[in-house]
C-alpha cells in the first residue's frame, strides 16, 4: 500500500466545514455591525454639538426659541451621583465578598446570599428605581426627588457586580498567603485587611470600574428618583441633572437643537464610559503581571 | 500586648487566655455577615413593599390585570395583556436574533479565530455592553428605526401571506425595531457566557474528536456543542432575563401604544415601557400609580423566574464562581 | 504530662526573656553555657491527639515529646499524616475547612485546645513554614520580614533592628542588604524559603514547625537551608516533616516515623536509622516500602 491511499475528507463533508466556518465568521462580524454605526454614528452627529460653543459650560435652559444651552450641570449631576453610588457600593461590596471569601466560604448561608446576588444582578433596573421611590420618596425624606436617592438607586445596580467581581478576585489570593499570615499569629482581620486586600487590589479596583461604567449610563432608576431639573447643583440634597436623563428627554423634542445636543450628550456619556472601562483594563492588566 | 504573650509571670502560662484580643476579630465577622445578610432582607423587603404599593391595583383587577386586554388610563381600566404581549414578543425577537449570532461569535472566538486576534475581538463585542441603554435609545430613534422603515415596509408587503408579520401598516416605531435593538443589547452577555463555557470543554474531548478526523466544524458539533449545552443554555436565559427588563431602549422605539399590535412591524407597548412612560401622568392618581407598580412587581417576578431558572442552567455549565462573576456582567478574563 | 514547678518556670521565662533583649550570638552562647536541659526553651507534648478530616480519621491516638532546643524529624510515606500533626500542634488544621482536632497538644504545660486559648497567641509562639516558599508579593524583603511584628500589632519594638537580626539570623542579610526595599517575589526559590524562615523568626517564636521545606528547592538552597536549621536549634525547638530520609539523617536529634495516621516508633535518629525497633521502620527506612 502507497501514502496515497491516505483517507480523504470527502468533499462534501469538507464543503460543510467551510461554510459553518464562514458562518461563524460572519456572525462575529454581524456582532460587530452594531458598534461600528452607533460610534460612527455618535461622533457624525454628536460631535458639532460637543464642540459648539458653551456645550461644556452652560446648562440647559428650557428656552422654546434660541440656544437650548448646553450639558453642564448633566455632567456634574452625573459625577456627583456615580461617586456617592460608587462610595456606597464599593465598600460595601468588598464587605460581602470578603464575607463569601474568608469567613462564609462553602457554608449554606454563603450560598444562599451568593444566589441572591445573582439574582439580585438580573433585576430590572427600573425595578430598583421604584424601590427606591417607595422607600425614600414617597416618605419624602429629605424632600421627594434628590440627587442622593438616585445615588442609592444606582448604588443597588452596582452592588452585585462589585460583589461578584471582588469574590472571584479575593479568591484568587493564594491560601498559602493567608496561611503564612495566620501561621504568624496574626489575627484574621489583620490579614484580610493587610494581606488579603493589598494583594487583590488591582482586581477589586477592576471591578469596581466595571461597576462604576454599568452606573453611569443608567437612567431608569433615575427617573423616579433623582427627576431631572436643569439648573446647575452641586446639592445632592436636590433634584439632580444628569447625563442620561439629558439625552432621555432631548431625545422626545421635536427640536433639531436639542436632539443635537442629545448626541453630544451622548457622545460624552459613551466616552466616560469607555476611558472608566480601558482604566479598569489596564488595571487589570496591571494585576496579571504582578 | 506583645509583652504579655512571651513573658510570664504569677505562674500564667506562656500562652495567652485573652478573649479580648479576639474581639476585634468576633466584630468584623458579625460585620460582614450582618451586611450580607442586610442583603437578603433588603431584597424581601423591597418585595413586601412592592406588594404593598401594588395591592390597589391587585385588589381591584386580579388576575385580569395580567390576562385582561384593556389598558386604558383615561378610564381608570388597566388590565395589561397589551403589556406582558410586548414584552413577550419583543424579548423572542431578541432571542430568536441575538443568541444565534452570540454563539457564533464565541465558537468563532474560541474555536476558530487565530490567537492574537481573540483578545482584540473579544474586546469588541464586550464593548457592546459598555454602551448605555439610553444611548442604544438615541441611535434607534434617529437612526435605525427610519433607516429600517422601507425594509420593513418591503419584506412585510413580500411576505404579507405570512400571520402577524404582514397585512397592515408598518410604524416607524414597532416590536421589531425594539426586539432587534434588544438582540443587540444581550449579544454581549450571552456571547460572554458561552465563551466562557466554550473554552471549559476539555481539549481531550475535542483532540478526540480530532483523532478520528474530524472537520473543525465537526469537532465543534461532536464535543464541543453538546458539552457546553447547558451553560449556553442558561446564557440565553440570562439574555432574555435582560430583554425583559430592559426599559429606556424599549420605551424610545416600541411606539408605546395600549393596543396590541396587529403584527411584527406594528407598534405596541412593554412592561417596562409603561412604567417609564406613564410614571408622571400616574402621580396624583392612586389606582393609577398601584397599576404600574403592579406592572413592576409583574416584571419583577418574570425576570426572578427567568433568572433562577438561567442560573440553574449556568452554574451547572460552568465552574460556579466563574459563573457569578460573568452573571455580573464582568468577564473572567477582566479581573 | 508533670507541669514544672511554679518557681523553674518562673526562671525559665525570666531567662527567656532577657535574652530576646541580647543578640543572637550572645543567646545562642548563653543557651550553650546553660546546663539544665529545660531552662533554653520550650518542649512540646503531644497527648492522645486524633485528627480528623470530615468523618476520616487521619491521625490517631497520637503521642509524643518533641524536647525543648532539638530537632525532631516526622518521616514517613505520604498520607501518613505527618503535615496533619504538624498543622495540629500551632492549630493551623482549623484553616482546613471539615478539619478537627481533638486530645492535648501542650507548649510550657499549656494545652493549647483549651477553651478561651487564643489561637493567634499560639501562633505567634509556634511559628511555621511551609513547603512553597510563599513570601507576600505585595511586599518588600524588608516588609516581608517585618510583616509578622506588623501582623501581630507588636508595639515598642526597634523594627529595623528586629528585621536585620532576623535576616542574619538566616544568613540573608549579606544577599539581600542592598535590595531591602525590592518585592520578596523577585527573590530566588532558596532565599525566598529562607526569608520566609526568617519572617517566622522575627516574631520569636519559642517553636518552629517545618512542613517539608525544602522540597521545592534545589540540593544547594536546600543544604543551606539544613545548616540554618542546625544553627536555629540553638535558640528553637524545631519539628520538620520530611520526605527525603537523607535529611531526617543530617538535621535531626530525634526522629519520629508515622504510618497511616500513628506514630510507629520515636527514637534517636541514629537509632531510628541504623536499629530500629519495629520492623516496618526497618523497612520504610531501608526503601522497602514509602
Not at chain 1, 32 to 56: C, E, N
Not at chain 2, 219 to 238: E, K
Not at chain 3, 206 to 232: F, G, N, Q, Y
Request: with cysteine; hydrophobic share 50%.
Amino acid at each position: 500500500m502507497s501514502v496515497t491511499a491516505l483517507p480523504r475528507v470527502s468533499p462534501r463533508r469538507r464543503r460543510t466545514d467551510k461554510v459553518m466556518r464562514s458562518l461563524l465568521l460572519v456572525a462575529t462580524l454581524i456582532a460587530l455591525v452594531p458598534l461600528v454605526f452607533i460610534i460612527y454614528y455618535l461622533l457624525h452627529k454628536g460631535l458639532s454639538a460637543v464642540t459648539s460653543s458653551g456645550f461644556f459650560s452652560t446648562d440647559p435652559n428650557g428656552n422654546f426659541f434660541g440656544n437650548p444651552g448646553g450639558i453642564r450641570s448633566a455632567i456634574l449631576g452625573t459625577l456627583e451621583m456615580i461617586a456617592l453610588a460608587t462610595a456606597i457600593s464599593v465598600p460595601v461590596g468588598i464587605a460581602v465578598a470578603l464575607y463569601l471569601t474568608e469567613y462564609g466560604k462553602e457554608s449554606k448561608f454563603a450560598n444562599v446570599i451568593r444566589y441572591f446576588v445573582d439574582v439580585m444582578t438580573g433585576v430590572p433596573s427600573i425595578v430598583f428605581g421604584l424601590f427606591i421611590y417607595i422607600v425614600l420618596v414617597i416618605s419624602k425624606i429629605g424632600g421627594a426627588f434628590t440627587g442622593w436617592k438616585g445615588a442609592v438607586a444606582i448604588s443597588l445596580l452596582m452592588l452585585p457586580i462589585v460583589i461578584r467581581s471582588s469574590e472571584v478576585v479575593l479568591l484568587l489570593v493564594p491560601s498559602s498567603l493567608r496561611e503564612a499570615a495566620l501561621a504568624l499569629g496574626a489575627p484574621r482581620w489583620r490579614v484580610m485587611l493587610r494581606v488579603v486586600l493589598p494583594t487583590s487590589l488591582s482586581g477589586l479596583v477592576t471591578g469596581s470600574l466595571l461597576a462604576v461604567a454599568r452606573g453611569m449610563g443608567e437612567t431608569a432608576p433615575l427617573l423616579f428618583t433623582a427627576a431631572g431639573a436643569f439648573a446647575l447643583t452641586g446639592n445632592l440634597g436636590a433634584q439632580m441633572n444628569a447625563l442620561p436623563i439629558q439625552i432621555y428627554n432631548d431625545i422626545q423634542s421635536p427640536r433639531n437643537a436639542i436632539t443635537a445636543r442629545a448626541w453630544g450628550a451622548g457622545l460624552t456619556l459613551v466616552a466616560l464610559v469607555l476611558i472608566i472601562n480601558v482604566i479598569a483594563r489596564i488595571a487589570s492588566r496591571r494585576s496579571r503581571m504582578a | 500586648m506583645e509583652a504579655s504573650a512571651t513573658t510570664v509571670s504569677g505562674g500564667r502560662s506562656l500562652i495567652e487566655r485573652s478573649p479580648l484580643s479576639r474581639l476585634p476579630d468576633q466584630v468584623l465577622q458579625w460585620t460582614l455577615t450582618a451586611l450580607a445578610a442586610a442583603i437578603l432582607i433588603l431584597i424581601a423587603y423591597f418585595f413586601i413593599r412592592l406588594i404593598g404599593q401594588s395591592s390597589t391595583a391587585i385588589s381591584h383587577f386580579g388576575w385580569g390585570f395580567v390576562f385582561g386586554n384593556d389598558w386604558n388610563p383615561s378610564h381608570l381600566i388597566f388590565r395589561g395583556l397589551p403589556l406582558l404581549v410586548g414584552t413577550v414578543v419583543t424579548s423572542a425577537i431578541a432571542l430568536l436574533i441575538g443568541v444565534p449570532v452570540a454563539i457564533g461569535t464565541a465558537l468563532f472566538l474560541i474555536e476558530i479565530c487565530p490567537r492574537r486576534f481573540r483578545t482584540p475581538m473579544a474586546i469588541l463585542v464586550d464593548l457592546l455592553a459598555a454602551v448605555p441603554s439610553v444611548v442604544y435609545g438615541l441611535w434607534g430613534v434617529f437612526v435605525l428605526a427610519p433607516k429600517l422603515l422601507p425594509v420593513e415596509k418591503w419584506f412585510a408587503s413580500t411576505f404579507s401571506f405570512i400571520p402577524w408579520i404582514g397585512g397592515g401598516t408598518v410604524t416607524l416605531y414597532n416590536y421589531f425595531i425594539a426586539g432587534l435593538i434588544l438582540a443587540i443589547m444581550i449579544l454581549p452577555i450571552v456571547s460572554a457566557i458561552a465563551r466562557e463555557v466554550i473554552s471549559t470543554v476539555p481539549s481531550e474531548h475535542k483532540e478526540a474528536a480530532l483523532a478520528l478526523g474530524a472537520t473543525r466544524w465537526e469537532m465543534i458539533r461532536m464535543a464541543v456543542l453538546p458539552y457546553s449545552r447547558s451553560g449556553i443554555t442558561g446564557g440565553a436565559m440570562l439574555g432574555l432575563g435582560r430583554a425583559i427588563g430592559e426599559t429606556i431602549a424599549v420605551v424610545l422605539v416600541i411606539g408605546n401604544a395600549d393596543v396590541i399590535g396587529k403584527h411584527l412591524f406594528n407598534q405596541g407597548y412593554s412592561l417596562a415601557a409603561v412604567i417609564a412612560n406613564e410614571f408622571g401622568e400616574a402621580a396624583n392618581t392612586t389606582l393609577y400609580k398601584s397599576a404600574l407598580f403592579e406592572a413592576g412587581l409583574v416584571l419583577f417576578i418574570l425576570t426572578l423566574i427567568v433568572n433562577i431558572i438561567a442560573r440553574w442552567f449556568v452554574s451547572r455549565g460552568t465552574r460556579t464562581r466563574a459563573a457569578g462573576a460573568v452573571m455580573a456582567g464582568v468577564a473572567v478574563d477582566e479581573v | 504530662m508533670i507541669p514544672p514547678e511554679t518557681t523553674s518556670k518562673e526562671t525559665t521565662t525570666d531567662m527567656s526573656t532577657e535574652r530576646r533583649q541580647s543578640d543572637r550570638t550572645e543567646a545562642a552562647a548563653e543557651a550553650k553555657e546553660s546546663s539544665a536541659q529545660d531552662a533554653k526553651g520550650h518542649g512540646v507534648n503531644i497527648e492522645a491527639l486524633n485528627a480528623y478530616y470530615g468523618d476520616q480519621l487521619a491521625v490517631k491516638n497520637f503521642n509524643i515529646a518533641f524536647p525543648a532546643n532539638e530537632v525532631t524529624a516526622l518521616i514517613g510515606p505520604s498520607g501518613s499524616g505527618k503535615s496533619t500533626v504538624v498543622r495540629c500542634i500551632n492549630r493551623m488544621h482549623e484553616e482546613i475547612p471539615g478539619a478537627r482536632a481533638e486530645g492535648s497538644v501542650a507548649l510550657d504545660g499549656m494545652n493549647v485546645y483549651e477553651d478561651g486559648v487564643d489561637v493567634t497567641s499560639v501562633r505567634r509562639l509556634i511559628g511555621m513554614v511551609f513547603q512553597k516558599p510563599n513570601p507576600f508579593p505585595t511586599m518588600s524583603v524588608f516588609d516581608n520580614v517585618a510583616a509578622g511584628l506588623r501582623l501581630t500589632g507588636a508595639r515598642g519594638i526597634n523594627l529595623r533592628e528586629r528585621v536585620h537580626r532576623a535576616l542574619r539570623a538566616v544568613g540573608l542579610w549579606d544577599e539581600v542588604k542592598n535590595r531591602l526595599d525590592k518585592p520578596g517575589t523577585g527573590l530566588s526559590g532558596g532565599q525566598q524559603q529562607r526569608l520566609c524562615i526568617a519572617r517566622t523568626v522575627a516574631v520569636e517564636p519559642e517553636v518552629i514547625l517545618m512542613d517539608e521545606p525544602c522540597s521545592a528547592l534545589d540540593p544547594v538552597a536546600t543544604l543551606k537551608i539544613e545548616e540554618l536549621i542546625d544553627e536555629l536549634k540553638d535558640r528553637y525547638t524545631i519539628v520538620i516533616v520530611t520526605h527525603n530520609m537523607q535529611q531526617a539523617g543530617r538535621v535531626a536529634d530525634s526522629t519520629a516515623f508515622m504510618l497511616e495516621g500513628e506514630l510507629i516508633e520515636h527514637g534517636p535518629t541514629t537509632k531510628i536509622f541504623t536499629n530500629p525497633n519495629d520492623e516496618r521502620t526497618e523497612r520504610y527506612v531501608t526503601g522497602k516500602f514509602g
